[in-house]
């Protein structure tokens, strides 16, 4: 990886010192992909009418190139040096597309250039712009190179600032402005096995970078987020795992304006009726710099998140370290995830929990004016309403939390367990962390704390209320 041998020399040592390591599962040995041979044709996209002048929209010359090399057989999809501008490209079995030094993929600035697809956004299925670059329904395909995807998406963000400030916020819209303002993601790989993603750097994201939606057996390998080039996007995730399995993630190093590594299933009406997991995930050996979490829990959760190993990462100015988040309309059980051997530079809250979150984004609520006849689909999706209630209540339990080093921090703990979502089965062992106050757990079951060492500038203590068999 590219910044990390000092660092995560210094975590290994600090992770020996510890007696806290839990036993690696098993499953953690089959996640990602499994070995991928390329054939060893090439197909040069300026054979097929490319223009690496950065002005040129190449979209047509470029999937020519990926059309024809998948239809002999597969093989390498390249550049020459330079500059492509280009709108959404989609990648195909067999094909493995390298993004070399010194080419520069540039996304287009033009919505259009970007075809509505059927996909999943922001936990709902609906039309939404396809990605920059798609690997839908394929089995066997990369995307590789240690060349530079700048999708320019600092024009995405501008609307989206636009329209929420001077339409959406004013009518009581903050719920919908996400869906409505459609932005292209980076990398989308959905509904696929096999697939290889590896040494690409990616910048300024219009929307989430990496999304890998109902798939499995996916390595995302030794990528580079730099998501704030040029301001601080909105809504610019990192790595956005959704509703897919035996997915690793490893040698990462991402800086974005939202969740750094994030784990999602699916939100509330429409997440329950898909109902399908984010399970077997492995995410290692990685960086957080600016963002709003180094490893996110939600709010998806509709489907479930379990089964999740996450160790030796570092943040730095990162919002929180684990941030477990979603809503009383999701529903889903959070459990049986391990968050270990963690150093952080400069963090909010090392262990955040919050099961009602951002009501004003969580909760919709169809103002008055407005037919519930004559809106939008997705709109309609978001407002149908989870009967029983109870079964959007969500469940969080069964987390690990070990050998943790935190300097800077506002918060250790801030775990705001509700009396429907009681945070149960919580170990952490061997926590260290220097920041400004304690925190609080609420509505805790049956934690357990061994060698949590907490210095705060304020001299606080946690306070645990509204909880059973929790000892600070």
């Not at 600016?290 to 998140?305: D, H, N, V, Y």
């Amino acid at each position: 990886m590219r910044f990390s041998n000092t660092l995560f020399f210094a975590l290994f040592l600090f992770s020996l010192s510890s007696y806290a390591q839990p036993k690696e599962p098993a499953w953690v040995s089959e996640v990602g992909a499994k070995p991928l041979v390329f054939k060893s044709t090439t197909y040069r996209v300026n054979d097929f009418g490319a223009i690496n002048d950065g002005k040129t929209l190449n979209t047509k010359a470029i999937q020519r190139a990926i059309d024809e090399c998948a239809a002999k057989g597969g093989g390498s999809v390249t550049f020459a040096p330079g500059n492509y501008l280009t709108g959404s490209l989609f990648i195909k079995a067999g094909v493995d597309f390298k993004i070399d030094k010194e080419v520069v993929l540039l996304g287009s600035q033009n919505i259009k250039d970007y075809p509505e697809i059927d996909t999943r956004v922001a936990g709902i299925e609906m039309k939404w712009p396809a990605a920059l670059l798609n690997i839908l329904k394929q089995e066997n395909a990369g995307i590789s190179g240690s060349g530079l995807i700048h999708a320019q998406g600092k024009v995405f963000w501008d609307y989206y600032w636009k329209i929420r400030k001077e339409d959406y916020d004013p009518k009581g819209l903050r719920w919908i402005v996400d869906y409505d303002a459609k932005r292209p993601r980076t990398i989308l790989i959905a509904d696929s096995k096999n697939i290889l993603l590896k040494d690409i750097h990616a910048q300024q994201a219009g929307f989430w970078t990496v999304q890998v939606l109902y798939s499995s057996y996916v390595t995302v390998d030794n990528i580079t987020i730099r998501n704030n080039v040029g301001g601080h996007g909105p809504s610019t995730d990192g790595i956005d795992i959704d509703s897919s399995s035996w997915i690793l993630v490893q040698n990462c190093d991402i800086d974005c304006n939202d969740d750094n590594f994030c784990l999602k299933a699916g939100r509330d009406w429409d997440g329950l009726r898909v109902n399908r997991p984010t399970e077997y995930v492995v995410i290692r050996n990685s960086v957080a710099r600016k963002g709003a979490g180094l490893l996110t829990l939600g709010s998806e959760t509709s489907g479930g998140i379990r089964h999740v190993w996450a160790t030796d990462l570092v943040g730095y100015g990162t919002g929180n370290a684990l941030n477990i988040k979603s809503a009383r309309t999701r529903g889903g059980t959070v459990e049986d995830v391990y968050f270990g051997n963690i150093t952080m530079h400069g963090v909010g809250n090392v262990v955040q929990i919050n099961p009602n979150w951002n009501p004003t984004y969580s909760y919709s609520t169809l103002p008055a004016g407005y037919n519930a006849n004559e809106i939008p689909p997705h709109w309609t999706k978001l407002l149908n309403k989870v009967t029983p209630e109870s079964k959007g209540i969500p469940k969080i339990q069964d987390v690990t939390v070990y050998n943790v080093k935190a300097t800077g921090a506002k918060k250790a703990v801030n775990a705001m367990g509700t009396k429907g979502t009681i945070l149960k089965n919580f170990t952490l062992t061997n926590i260290s962390v220097e920041g400004a106050t304690a925190g609080n757990i609420d509505f805790g079951d049956n934690w357990t704390l061994k060698n949590v060492v907490i210095k705060a500038n304020d001299n606080t203590k946690l306070v645990v209320t509204n909880s059973i068999g929790v000892m600070p």
